[in-house]
DNA sequence: CTGTTAGCGCGTTCAA
DNA sequence: TTGAACGCGCTAACAG
């Protein structure tokens, strides 16, 4: 790898006048212009992004901080995010914290020790504390899917609560009483969210909020189908299932199915999120769309905006609507 | 951010000793340890990975390129591959060429700026010169899912010819003769291998290759519906659609079901590679199984036993069998 | 066992 | 417009 040394000596310039052709910043004339960066291509120059960081203090790297690196929630995160950054010449550094206190702080410390210019978080298992804190250390934070107290104009959040209403809104519309609710695990703040506008659009409608009628599964597709156990069994006049997430949703199909009921004509399953598979789901998942990309791309024109100075077109904001994706799987009672 | 010279001061001590506790390959005494691990937590020191990386010559980074951050093909293998490194003390730097040729090489280049110590790559767009010519400029790279000729000690593929058969196989097996296929775009290696075993098997069978049983799509969705339209135009008898992906192959079922066909009783359908949604398909797909996540976790070994002197238990293989995967979509004739 | 010193490759003054 | 010199934060000889 040829350095800035040795394309300074092939070209007869200064090692200060190469630095200056390659960012173009101070004036050069086009003559040991033109020797330079024939003398780089000649060498194949590469400039050494460590050694720039360092000596610049910038890294035009942002460090993203995900849950997992698989699964179409976070790929889509990932997607649209690396894709306006890029676009601005920034590059993305991505992390998995898996949803452990320890893995997510060391994945941030990674990317601190890293020098990131600043940070996009999808952190879970960490606690608000530490993230506020984090946010006063000096680099500049993104929170996407977590509201944070204090750090308001740094999150980008889903209004989960009123996904949570309209999808339950939407199955007493189609003249539905005996709601079931599989829920997330409700340690989770999305998680609760959901329940939350949910118990509102009971309440709106008049009906009651049965305990039985409530099952607090894991996101995961195996509960899904436990919750559908649970509920039906307690509960044998159900006629809709509504679940905090598509997986879940998926979960309980396969189990009612399994149970002889023929959906949505005995069942109706209502899901959230619409992830990219619910639509190959038999029947089609009626759920409510979770504005990943929003929150992605919002988060990113934030930092362009406050840490490169690059001014987004679009006003910054911090809450997105959800909106109910009507397919097969909700039918009329 | 605190320097190592400001906890050697604290500490009392030389900034060499620092660097000695911080990287524990020199024997320090156990009280001056202690004396410097204070002042590392009191002053909140953070090593600055990007001086050490200049430093050392060594990043303890591998860059990873991928055509796109989603996808549960992409999914799988970032995942895999990251876990096996962490394990390790290494990091991934993750970077998208989406499949065209100067942002997959402007992303090699982000990568080898950055000085990763090893490079794992999934290229599609550059050409096998392109990539041969990097493998002999210093950096250790390992590819995936491509053989490149004079490399393949460093590829890491699965065996599509054989896959390709397996799927014919297994239709023929089920008695049928007049078998359809949609193969991706022939530009790519992987999809010209599959469609050579399906040719292998029929040939195996003494199955005519007829050039109307043949559509070539480019493995999106909608070319399944296309290639359905024209494969069941031309041939009212056919009665399998053997698909070279699994998008292809819900697509076909798709526009199957719209012309009134039951699958797999009318028409049975196979794909390949076995991504999450396969089985959320109706009737559930019946596909061949792409060894991606062999193939990301070899990579890795590879790299952790040349790179970083890491042994791995397993023996290295660079060559991965697909299996059939039974399910609903594929009937006996 | 510990401290001194010279780089790693580059950006950025300050003079010329 | 150009060059010399210093420093970014750290590792790695080399002495002691």
Redesign the pocket.
């Known amino acids: 790898?040829a350095?800035?040394?040795e394309v300074s000596e092939a070209a007869g310039?200064?090692?200060?006048?190469v630095?200056?052709v390659?960012?173009g910043?101070?004036?050069?004339?086009e003559?040991?212009?033109q020797k330079v960066l024939d003398a780089m291509d000649a060498l194949g120059y590469r400039?050494?992004a460590i050694?720039?960081s360092?000596?610049?203090n910038r890294t035009n790297s942002i460090g993203l901080l995900v849950s997992e690196l698989h699964g179409s929630y976070f790929g889509e995160l990932m997607s649209t995010i690396e894709l306006i950054l890029k676009k601005h010449g920034k590059h993305v550094i991505i992390t998995a914290g898996h949803v452990e206190e320890h893995r997510e702080t060391e994945a941030i410390d990674f990317l601190t020790s890293r020098r990131c210019d600043a940070l996009i978080l999808h952190a879970e298992a960490v606690s608000d504390d530490y993230l506020t804190k984090l946010g006063k250390s000096g680099v500049p934070v993104a929170v996407v899917n977590r509201k944070v107290e204090g750090m308001e104009d740094q999150c980008f959040v889903a209004d989960n609560e009123n996904g949570g209403y309209l999808a339950t809104k939407a199955a007493i519309d189609n003249g539905h009483k005996k709601i079931g609710y599989i829920s997330g695990p409700l340690f989770k703040q999305d998680a609760t969210e959901r329940l939350n506008g949910h118990v509102r659009a009971l309440n709106d409608a008049g009906i009651d909020n049965e305990p039985t009628l409530l099952f607090e599964g894991d996101y995961h597709e195996s509960s899904g189908q436990e919750g559908f156990g649970k509920l039906f069994s307690d509960n044998a006049d159900l006629s809709v299932l509504v679940c905090a997430n598509d997986e879940m949703a998926s979960g309980a199909m396969t189990a009612a199915r399994e149970a002889g009921l023929n959906i949505p004509d005995d069942l109706s399953v209502i899901g959230f999120d619409n992830v990219l598979f619910s639509r190959y789901l038999h029947p089609k998942l009626t759920t409510i769309n979770n504005p990943v990309h929003s929150m992605g791309e919002m988060a990113a024109a934030w930092i362009l905006e406050n840490v490169y100075d690059i001014k987004s077109p679009e006003p910054i904001v911090h809450v997105f609507e959800p909106e109910l994706v009507e397919r097969d799987s909700l039918g009329p009672l």
Do not use: D
């Open positions: 790898m350095t800035i040394y310039v200064s090692l200060a006048t630095s200056r390659m960012n910043n101070a004036r050069v004339s003559r040991t212009r400039p050494n050694a720039q360092l000596a610049s």
